[in-house]
């Protein structure tokens, strides 16, 4: 997702991950068997905001998708040209529209509080870090190392609430706030396997570990966000304000 223009010799690219393509296509796998029954079981019925939605985080997933195997292939500008695409039209998209939803959702009316209050505070949680990441990430373009690894992590972001609906596929999984704590806990699980890797390789850089806190704390404190009383001034700012 580099924005820089100088290009390096093709002969000395450094594949990092050579088959992150083949991960990211799980991610989408995981993603619709997540929103299978919630979303395309009744595609027809839903508002105009979720096609939206649901084709903007798509993208993103499927923009990555490309652009491993654009690098591997070492066609350095078309990489770079799709990676402004998606820093500079769909990340923002993704932002606006995930804003949108997250309002509609804080409307919702028959949900138990609880759960709107815990999801809704992931949701904007994430709204506020898949940019600052897409933004490391193209600070950091010229290191791969880090670049690559920040991407990796957007893609980690946004996967709980596909796992969280997926699990609702195993009988013993029937509760809304188990499965968002559980999901959350297999993504920060995935970060310490990355973790792990990193060190089998001889060094841990700070992308995963940075993301692995903060997806923790997050996960953590969501639980108690029904009792905040400055989190319930911010939800009914978001619904009657924004």
Same mark, same amino acid.
Do not use: E, N
């Given at each position: 997702m580099a924005t820089t223009t100088t290009l390096p010799d093709k002969s000395?690219?450094? &594949?990092?991950?050579?088959?992150?393509? +083949?991960?990211?296509?799980? @991610?989408?796998?995981?993603? +619709?068997? !997540?929103?299978?029954?919630?979303y395309f079981a009744v595609i027809q019925t839903e508002p105009l905001l979720h096609h939206i939605h649901g084709a903007l985080m798509g993208g993103w997933i499927a923009l990555l998708l490309i652009q491993p195997t654009l690098y591997q292939r070492g066609k350095l500008q078309l990489h770079r040209t799709l990676g402004r695409w998606g820093v500079y039209v769909l990340m923002p998209a993704i932002v606006i529209c995930g804003a949108l939803m997250e309002r509609r959702m804080i409307r919702t009316q028959g949900a138990p509080p609880n759960v709107i209050d815990q999801l809704a505070f992931l949701d904007l949680a994430s709204l506020i870090l898949f940019p600052l990441l897409v933004l490391l990430s193209i600070y950091f373009a010229r290191n791969l190392q880090l670049h690559a690894r920040l991407? &990796?992590?957007? &893609?980690?972001?946004?996967?709980?609430? @596909?796992?969280?609906r997926a699990l609702f596929f195993l009988p013993s999984m029937r509760s809304f706030q188990r499965n968002v704590n559980v999901s959350e806990a297999i993504v920060d699980l995935v970060l310490l396997i990355l973790m792990i890797d990193d060190k089998r390789r001889g060094r841990i850089r700070f992308p995963y570990p940075l993301v692995f806190v903060v997806f923790a704390v997050l996960a953590v404190i969501s639980n108690y966000a029904k009792? +905040? @009383?400055?989190?319930?001034? &911010?939800?009914?700012?978001?619904? !009657?304000?924004?």
């Open positions: 000395k690219l450094a &594949v990092l991950y050579p088959h992150a393509q +083949w991960y990211f296509l799980l @991610a989408l796998s995981i993603t +619709w068997l !997540g929103f299978s029954r919630t991407i &990796v992590c957007t &893609v980690l972001l946004l996967m709980p609430p @596909a796992l969280t009792d +905040w @009383a400055w989190w319930h001034g &911010v939800s009914k700012w978001i619904a !009657g304000v924004f």
